[in-house]
């Protein structure tokens, strides 16, 4: 027991001494992105929790309270909504913090899709060469002379004409997650199959092919551990990316259903009362995924710029 308390003690020092924590408190920037985003993440999961109401229950709406100001009084109720309300009287930080766990869901399972796929396929490209490398990079290559979104699109495309229209809304959320990773992967292949390349070709992996590891093994234990700091590069920024990928293809009507409204379903139905006085409606979810992008951003920048040797 004492020794594990010990050992947890070490680990804490050791990564509170590290250049990585070093770098990081050093810049402001990177903490308040930091701060941001831990935020906007455990709010969305405490949605439930801290939301005023369920903003997708019909039974907790009041027409009534349609259009109501942020900080103003509603005419008819009197109540106060923080951030207003829409047409169908709608609490929008309510609304925003459960589209928030769609966008956020959508993201990190897009991301662990598109990083699993291209991992795997990076690493046996890099590690067998031969037509094997071939055949996976000039895949990679068509696929990188398309658009992500027309990639998305043309999936979704698919997708509408095989799944029966009783069962499209059900499986729409894993549909996306889907298109997004598939039209993100390249990526991730593209980089592991480098660093395997560079590794497979080291003395470690030389003796471990001498004793009779196999190549699975030596994949998983041996090469993979040694090409992950790439990978979390990529990863971190690759979140911005999907999330605002799939705000953008529910935004035009293709992503998740209208019952499991995510960030970009809000600024699509708030677009329609822009130029009405109802700004409020779509600047705040517009606003928040604005701040969610672009916190996530700057830390993949800052995990790039501290994991790479040649700036330390």
């Known amino acids: 027991m004492n020794d594990t308390v010990v050992h947890r003690d ?7 001494d590290s250049d990585l924590f070093h770098s990081f408190i050093r810049s402001p920037v990177t903490v308040i ?8 993440i455990t709010a969305a999961m405490l949605a439930p929790v801290i939301s005023p109401q369920n903003p997708f229950d019909p039974a907790t709406l009041n027409l009534m309270e349609g259009f109501t100001p942020p900080m103003q009084p509603n005419e008819f109720t ?9 047409a169908q009287g709608r609490d929008i930080f309510s609304a925003i913090l459960y589209g928030s766990r769609v966008s956020l869901l959508v993201g990190f399972a897009a991301v662990g899709f598109a990083a699993l796929l291209g991992i795997t396929l990076g690493l046996i490209s890099g ?5 094997v490398d071939a055949l996976i990079m000039r895949i990679a290559d068509v696929q990188l002379s ?4 027309l990639i998305a699109l043309l999936i979704f495309g698919v997708f509408k004409g095989v799944v029966p229209p009783a069962m499209q809304d059900q499986v729409a959320i894993y549909v996306l997650i889907v298109a997004i990773g598939l039209s993100d992967w390249v990526q991730y ?17 030389q003796a471990a092919r001498v004793i009779g590891v196999p190549a699975p093994l030596i994949l998983l234990r041996h090469i993979l551990p040694n090409v992950m700091g790439p990978v979390l590069v990529i990863a971190t920024i690759g979140l911005a990316l999907a999330i605002i990928l799939e705000s953008t293809l529910s935004f035009l009507g293709v992503g998740v259903p209208p019952t499991q409204p995510s960030l970009g379903t809000l600024i699509r139905v708030g677009q329609d009362f822009l130029f009405s006085g109802e700004w409020w409606i779509v600047f705040f979810p517009g606003a928040t995924l604005l701040i969610l992008a672009l916190s996530v951003n700057l830390l993949g920048d800052w995990l790039r710029d501290a994991l790479n040797p040649r700036l330390r």
């Open 127 to 131: 590690y067998l060469g031969g037509w």
């Open 78 to 86: 009197g109540n106060v909504y923080w951030l207003g309300t829409d």
């Open 146 to 149: 398309f658009p992500a979104i």
């Open 189 to 205: 292949a593209r980089t592991v199959r480098s660093s395997t390349m560079a590794e497979k070709n080291k003395e470690y992996v």
């Open 33 to 40: 992105s930091a701060l941001l985003t831990v935020i906007m």
């Open 10 to 16: 070490s680990l804490f020092a050791r990564a509170l």
